[in-house]
């Protein structure tokens, strides 16, 4: 007998609208949903999606869809889906399916470019493990982000935090991170930071009006208040542009530990979200080379590492923080993947 069925994997998209849903935002996992049901409407969009080589539930594949969608929406057209996005309807497989098969080639290009969502409430996560450190003693901090995108996340130290009880960074900024906090508060230290510089496959630039809706776009249309966050810091990376590289994270990596560190500074090696999107070929050069610059580590001259990452069985993320000389490591926070939480789990033993 013949099997008609779908085959398991041939529902992504509906698959990861019940993780949007978990995450708080039903919107999403709605359009993601009707999406799922309207595929085969757009014929391109629908073969990349089921022929999409390796894990695309680590690829985001769904959410590349969704951006696009929403990419849509914000310039006005299709107009139901537009007016779907605005709340003046609820027609979801309407609207998504007429935009599915009037721009299915737009969709597909813009799927073939990962999602970059540049998450600025990561940076509460970053800079608690920053300020968790265990230094001999205050220095200043040398930043080096991999998969940096636009690079507000190097701009950390530029906004306002409130982690628990615990006040950080600067007081009159416009960005204002307050994760909803569990658990211990973090140490209350100062942060300097004394450089920051980091890589990206396909960095994007703050002043590009291009680059900014492309951001904007990967922000779900329900969380109205990430979108004036982003807002807020792509300005201020305006005013201030990070140092972003092109490049890949192994070979810029390999490139920025090779050059002397600075006596009484610590490097402090930073990824968000990243670590999916490498081969497990990059990943295994990317701890390698952590592991030897570790070793060349001093009292003087630290280097740090913090992780913001899903566990390998994608259940929860973790925020992880590795310091050498010692090559200490230790699991400070478990916490929502866009930041908006973190379940701080106590001091650490150094």
């Known amino acids: 007998m013949i099997n008609l069925a779908p085959a398991p994997d041939d529902h992504e998209l509906a698959r990861q609208a019940d993780r949007c849903r978990e995450l708080g935002s039903p919107f999403i996992a709605d359009v993601l949903e009707a999406a799922d049901r309207q595929l085969d409407r757009a014929p391109v969009t629908a073969a990349m999606v089921r022929g999409w080589p390796g894990d695309r539930a680590a690829a985001a594949v769904a959410l590349r869809l969704n951006g696009a969608l929403h990419a849509l929406a914000r310039r006005g057209a299709p107009e139901p889906l537009?007016?779907?996005?605005?709340?003046?309807?609820?027609?979801?497989?309407?609207?998504?399916?007429a935009a599915l098969a009037t721009e299915d080639r737009f969709i597909a290009h813009w799927?073939?470019?990962?999602?970059?969502?540049?998450?600025?409430?990561?940076?509460?996560?970053?800079?608690?493990?920053?300020?968790?450190?265990?230094?001999?003693?205050?220095?200043?901090?040398?930043?080096?982000?991999?998969?940096?995108?636009c690079g507000l996340n190097l701009n950390l130290a530029r906004y306002a935090y409130e982690l628990g009880p615990v006040r950080a960074g600067d007081p009159a900024s416009p960005v204002r991170i307050a994760p909803r906090w569990r658990g211990w508060p973090p140490a209350e230290r100062p942060v300097e930071i004394a450089a920051a510089r980091g890589v990206d496959l396909l960095p994007l630039n703050a002043a590009d009006p291009a680059h900014r809706e492309r951001l904007l776009s990967f922000v779900w249309a329900d969380q109205p208040v990430r979108l004036q966050r982003l807002e807020a810091a792509l300005q201020i990376a305006v005013d201030h542009p990070p140092r972003i590289d092109q490049g890949d994270a192994a070979g810029w990596l390999a490139q920025r530990l090779a050059e002397p560190a600075v006596p009484g500074r610590c490097r402090a090696v930073v990824h968000t979200m990243v670590l999916q999107y490498l081969s497990p070929g990059e990943r295994r050069q990317v701890f390698d080379l952590m592991a030897a610059a570790g070793e060349r580590a001093t009292s003087d001259a630290p280097l740090i590492w913090i992780s913001f990452e899903w566990t390998l069985d994608r259940r929860e993320v973790e925020l992880r923080l590795?310091?050498?000389?010692?090559?200490?490591?230790?699991?400070?926070?478990?916490?929502h993947p866009y930041g908006d939480w973190i379940d701080w789990l106590g001091p650490i033993a150094v």
């Open 82 to 97: 537009a007016a779907l996005y605005r709340g003046e309807h609820a027609d979801f497989d309407g609207a998504i399916g």
């Open 322 to 335: 590795t310091w050498w000389p010692t090559g200490a490591s230790a699991v400070l926070a478990r916490c």
């Open 111 to 149: 799927m073939r470019h990962p999602t970059q969502t540049n998450e600025v409430a990561r940076a509460a996560a970053t800079m608690a493990a920053l300020m968790t450190a265990p230094l001999v003693r205050p220095m200043p901090f040398e930043l080096l982000e991999l998969g940096a995108s």
